[in-house]
């Protein structure tokens, strides 16, 4: 069995497209022919491709394209002609929307490198140490976040991380948090000083505001260069937040996952931002949305100190989760 460096593939990849627009990989002790083509100007993978590239079956419906092991482990579902797509269960937004023809149905390169090899090959992540872990409660001070009568989202989000620092410490690991206290605190602050740490990962912490009927959680990572975020806008350049973009998407994943399996909530799906923690740290970094304060269930619920818990608790999980994957990453 030969085992292929994901860096070098790609790399031949792109070599080898511009001669035979696609390329055989040994994989699995079998060959795997990925094809490419064009559609709406973007190079496009062959959905079937990827399937035996994770030794996945492949189903075509006129609605979506499933993408499943044998032992039902491993589930993608892909929506055609949207990017809201799923894996095991969980949601999560392609950069683009997926594309469908008669039986054959594609998503981008991009979205094959970026984000869906993140979710199922823990060896696409990139190798970095795990010393610091930063902590962020969002806004503070005189900037209360979202506000209810009965509740602050810059007080929720304190306790939540309080829990969190907390937790991770108990597992062993060096945590440190932008603000333990209801204190002022500027966006730049809070990248600069995961610099001035050497934070080798960001996790910040917020709540959400909507319309009353909107409810559910929401995780955040940095929109890679060139594509639009989940809600929009187009940014060319590469920014110190996309150093480890792959890593981005697999910690977004494994954190959002790992939340929702202790609360009931409305599955939002990881998404696409491009918010000014997200993009100025270089270390692996995400934006969590536990809640909608301005939903009156869900904004009673974010306040108890049980549903802060399982927040707290959850967001470990993910961190130990996205651990595990880079000592197999380390290992490869
Ligand atoms: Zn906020």
């Known amino acids: 069995m030969t ?9 031949s990849l792109t070599v080898l497209l511009l001669l035979f627009g696609g390329v055989a990989v040994e994989l699995h002790g079998a060959n795997v022919r990925i094809r490419y083509t064009w559609l709406q100007a973007r190079r496009h993978v062959y959905l079937r491709d990827i399937a035996s590239y994770y030794n996945l079956g492949y189903s075509v419906s006129d609605e979506q394209t499933v993408l499943s092991s044998r032992d039902g482990k491993r589930r993608l579902v892909f929506t055609h002609r949207k990017p809201m797509s799923s894996y095991n269960g969980v949601n999560f937004y392609l950069l683009y929307p997926t594309q469908a023809q008669g039986n054959q149905s594609f998503i981008t390169e991009e979205d094959f490198r970026l984000t869906v090899d993140p979710l199922l090959r823990a060896n696409a992540l990139q190798a970095h140490p795990l010393r610091l872990i930063l902590i962020d409660p969002g806004h503070g001070g005189k900037d209360l976040g979202g506000n209810t009568r009965s509740a602050r989202e810059k007080e929720i989000v304190l306790a939540t991380a309080r829990r969190t620092a907390q937790l991770l410490r108990a597992k062993g690991y060096t945590v440190a948090m932008t603000r333990t206290g209801d204190a002022d605190l500027s966006l730049k602050a809070r990248t600069d000083l995961a610099a001035r740490l050497g934070a ?9 505001m909507a319309s009353p009927a909107v409810s559910g959680l929401e995780t955040f990572c940095m929109t890679p260069a060139g594509a639009a975020s989940t809600h929009g806008g187009v940014k060319n350049e590469k920014e110190p937040g996309n150093t480890y973009d792959i890593n981005n998407m697999a910690l977004a994943f494994e954190i959002h996952r790992s939340i929702l399996q202790r609360i009931k909530s409305v599955d939002r799906g990881v998404k696409r931002a491009r918010f000014y923690v997200l993009r100025q740290v270089s270390c692996p970094a995400i934006l969590i949305e536990t809640g909608f304060l ?39």
């Not at 802060?308 to 197999?328: K, T």
Request: glycine share 8%; net charge positive; proline share 2%.
């Open 3 to 11: 085992t292929v460096s994901f860096r070098r593939l790609w790399f």
């Open 200 to 208: 080798s990962l960001f996790i910040s912490i917020h709540t959400n």
């Open 294 to 332: 301005s939903n009156p269930a869900e904004g009673r619920r974010l306040q108890t100190v049980a549903h802060q818990q399982m927040v707290a608790e959850g967001i470990v999980e993910g961190v130990l989760r996205y651990h595990s994957a880079l000592l197999r990453a380390a290992g490869k």
